[in-house]
């Protein structure tokens, strides 16, 4: 089985920083979006990984060689993004008649990896939402089998909703039923939707069945990113090492502290992920995420996520900052 993962988007929602790093590469409970799903499907059994990449995609592919040169990974170029069916299509070449395992490169899922892949059905991650209109959803029957997908429905007949997870036995059939997108130019806001031509197989015949993960985590907005931040590092327990010398300062876990900070005369936690080579005195940090080689002086942070290479000095405040920028409060 071989898994592809859509990482083409521009992530709009979590400007500033993805002006200057992919989504998928934006840093979590000390680790990257894309780690998160790479790690789990490769402790699942696969081994072979195609990545579907366009903005920033140089950076995914440095990013995918240095951290996972045991796996063997290929690269497809996005240059347009119309559509994670058309996302999909471009691996086509690369996928044959192998059965593949769809990954979209914001979804961080806690779900038994090997049950889904080594179920004899096609299968689809789902959750119970409350507001199913901003998602894929799935029509549900009492045994489990999928009737029907629709893509973001303004009457929606479900509350479940797909959460981003799809292991396809019949990949012949599923491109078959992309292509016949594209003939007919069959679009649902704009775009080639995956969930179309998912429902397509399924009036062709293919039965789905719905796998409910146990916990799907938001990393699309910075609120919302910040929430997920916070209870992974609490299932976790955060990293900071043991024999940390860290002057003057306490450490309220969970927290994770990556290689190389150097943090002085601060109140550094709870719910707080810093990066690599980061520099932090006299500051308060909590409920935040802190990119790598950022420097941190005299502030007192909440709720905030701060890119890499950034330098923030004075005042207590509640900041959103990209990666490359200064910032100094008189």
């Not at 699942?44 to 195609?50: D, P, Q, R, V, W």
């Not at 961080?108 to 892949?117: F, G, L, R, S």
């Not at 959750?127 to 089998?145: S, W, Y």
């Not at 399924?202 to 910075?222: H, L």
């Amino acid at each position: 089985m071989k898994a592809i993962i859509p990482v083409a988007g521009a992530g709009a929602k979590l400007r500033p920083h993805t002006y200057t790093q992919p989504k998928a590469l934006i840093p979590i409970a000390g680790k990257t979006i894309l780690s998160f799903i790479v790690d789990q499907l490769h402790e699942g059994g696969i081994n072979e990984f195609i990545f579907v990449i366009g903005y920033l995609g140089e950076k995914i592919q440095d990013y995918v060689n240095f951290a996972f040169p045991h796996l063997k990974c290929h690269f497809v170029q996005q240059n347009e993004r119309c559509g994670t069916g058309h996302a999909i299509e471009l691996a086509k070449s690369l996928v044959g008649n192998d059965e593949v395992f769809v990954a979209l490169g914001d979804t961080i899922c806690e779900y038994d990896v090997k049950e889904m892949i080594n179920s004899p059905y096609n299968m689809l991650g789902v959750k119970k939402v409350e507001d199913p209109r901003r998602f894929g959803v799935a029509e549900i029957d009492e045994n489990g089998f999928i009737e029907h997908v629709v893509e973001k429905p303004s009457i929606p007949k479900s509350n479940m909703a797909l959460v981003g997870l799809y292991k396809i036995r019949e990949t012949e059939l599923m491109y078959s039923c992309l292509h016949h997108l594209f003939v007919q130019n069959i679009t649902t806001l704009g775009e080639y939707s995956l969930t179309d031509a998912l429902d397509f197989m399924i009036k062709r015949g293919a039965s789905f069945k719905a796998f409910k993960v146990r916990n799907w985590f938001d990393c699309g907005k910075k609120d919302t990113l910040l929430e997920s931040n916070a209870t992974l590092l609490k299932k976790s327990g955060g990293n900071v090492k043991i024999n940390h010398q860290y002057k003057g300062t306490i450490i309220i876990p969970p927290v994770s502290i990556a290689p190389n900070c150097t943090i002085s005369d601060s109140i550094i936690g709870p719910h707080v992920a810093i990066g690599a080579n980061t520099n932090i005195k006299q500051s308060i940090v909590r409920e935040s995420i802190i990119g790598s080689y950022t420097n941190l002086n005299d502030i007192v942070l909440d709720n905030s996520l701060i890119g890499s290479d950034a330098s923030v000095k004075g005042l207590r405040r509640s900041l959103n900052i990209g990666d490359n920028t200064e910032i100094e409060f008189g």
